[in-house]
Structure formats: structure tokens, C-alpha cells
């Protein structure tokens, strides 16, 4: 069972434009929720991360915006370069310390193009 | 920040071989790292929680005896994969927490694209 809904599987955007990929969960438990970027052949790694208790998160040009009741949560990112073409997956945990594991989202292939 | 290096990136071997891929956290100790398994155009999977000092914990419906884990130390977990086939071909991807900092706060290493033929 897929517990982290992820949409669009691609998307294509021009330079300048504004990338938004969606992800919905179930388990009403996860109170961490990341986000990563992937290039090719190469490992994740975190772009930004947030809370339940906050509705949204900005760090530079990447936002994480959050809807608790509705159990969503998107990633926009402002005046997309290039450069951030890449695959990008959402992912929740519970934080139990130890015990806490990574549930991913299928992921979203960003195309950025001139 | 911290890094989390893998070793090889790729590797080619023959179908029956063993294949050991080595996961190291650099600068950081980490008594827990996690291996994961990724197909093409895929998510990532986690296949098992390494460990340091006792057996690693393995998800449901990957075979401990396949997929053979060690952490022998607070810097190093391996990955082998014993008697490899074909299906066995995949990107594996490892991952650290520094100690002290929560599960999900991981870094990831580059990732071992294993090709078995």
C-alpha cells in the first residue's frame, strides 16, 4: 500500500516559471515530511523538510507549503532554472527516534527548459 | 554538511558471483544506517536498518540471506549480495543519521549501480 501519493509523475516547466509537485498521505501519525532531489545516478538529498505544526516553509526559491486537514503537501519552486531538472520525492516519517523510518513518494521527474 | 560515501558507484558482475558494496559515513559516527534499492525511474525502497554491534533489521519480503548486512564498525556498514542474478540489478542506496539526530534526518550516499550479467 502506498502511503505517499505523489503527482505529477513528470513535469515540464520553463525557465522563470514556477514547479509545483504534490504529495498526499494517509497515516495521520508522520509528523516530519522532507523533501528530496535526485540527479541522475546519483543519491538523494534533502531539499527543505517541515512540520505539522506550521503551514508552510520557505527556504530561498524552494517552498513547502502544508495542509493538515487535507492531509497534503506540495513543493513550488519559484523561477525554476535548468539546473533544477532533476527527480524530486516527497517522503513522511514518524519520528519515534530510533524506530523512525523513511516512506517515500514515487517521485516527480522536473524538466526545467530554456 | 556531513557525507556519506559509497563504494563502487557501479560494479558488473557475472550472474552466481557475490557483490560487497561498502557504505561509509566520513566525517560522523552512526550507529544506524539504512540500505535502499531503487529501479529505474522508480522510488526508493527501503530494504533493511543496519545496525552497528547486532543484526540488521530487514523489511518485510527482502531475504537476509540474499542481501547479507554488516555495521563492524560506528563508520561502515556493508551490503553484499550473495549468489546474484539478473533481477538482483539495481541502484542501492545507503543512508546515515549522525548520532544523536533522528532516523530521517539521514544523509544519503551517491548510491552503487550493480549490473549483474
Known amino acids: 500500500q502506498q502511503q505517499v501519493k505523489q503527482s505529477p509523475q513528470s513535469l515540464i516547466v520553463q525557465k522563470g516559471g514556477i514547479s509545483i509537485i504534490n504529495c498526499a498521505y494517509e497515516?495521520?501519525?508522520?509528523?516530519?515530511f522532507p523533501w528530496y532531489q535526485q540527479f541522475p545516478g546519483k543519491g538523494p538529498a534533502l531539499l527543505i523538510a517541515i512540520r505539522p505544526d506550521v503551514s508552510e516553509k520557505k527556504e530561498g526559491r524552494f517552498t513547502i507549503s502544508f495542509n493538515k486537514s487535507a492531509k497534503q503537501f506540495s513543493l513550488h519552486i519559484m523561477d525554476s532554472q535548468p539546473g533544477d531538472s532533476a527527480t524530486y520525492f516527497c517522503?513522511?516519517?514518524?519520528?519515534?527516534?530510533?524506530?523512525?523510518?523513511?516512506?517515500f513518494g514515487t517521485g516527480t521527474r522536473l524538466q526545467v527548459t530554456l | 554538511g556531513a557525507v556519506v560515501s559509497q563504494h563502487p558507484s557501479r560494479v558488473i558482475c557475472k550472474s552466481g558471483t557475490s557483490v560487497k558494496i561498502e557504505c561509509r559515513s566520513l566525517?560522523?559516527?552512526?550507529?544506524?544506517m539504512f540500505w535502499y534499492r531503487q529501479f529505474p525511474k522508480k522510488s526508493l525502497m527501503l530494504m533493511a536498518t543496519s545496525n552497528e554491534g547486532s543484526k540488521a533489521t530487514y523489511e518485510q519480503g527482502v531475504e537476509k540471506d540474499k542481501f547479507l548486512i554488516n555495521h563492524a564498525s560506528l563508520t561502515l556498514s556493508t551490503l553484499t549480495v550473495t549468489s546474484a542474478h539478473p533481477e538482483d540489478s539495481s541502484f542501492y542506496i545507503c543512508?546515515?543519521?549522525?548520532?544523536?539526530?533522528?532516523?530521517?534526518?539521514?544523509?544519503f550516499g551517491q548510491g552503487t549501480r550493480l549490473t549483474v550479467v
Open positions: 497515516n495521520t501519525a508522520f509528523d516530519y
Open positions: 543512508s546515515a543519521p549522525p548520532q544523536g539526530a533522528w532516523n530521517t534526518e539521514a544523509f
Open positions: 517522503a513522511a516519517s514518524i519520528n519515534t527516534g530510533t524506530a523512525s523510518k523513511l516512506t
Open positions: 566525517d560522523f559516527q552512526a550507529t544506524t
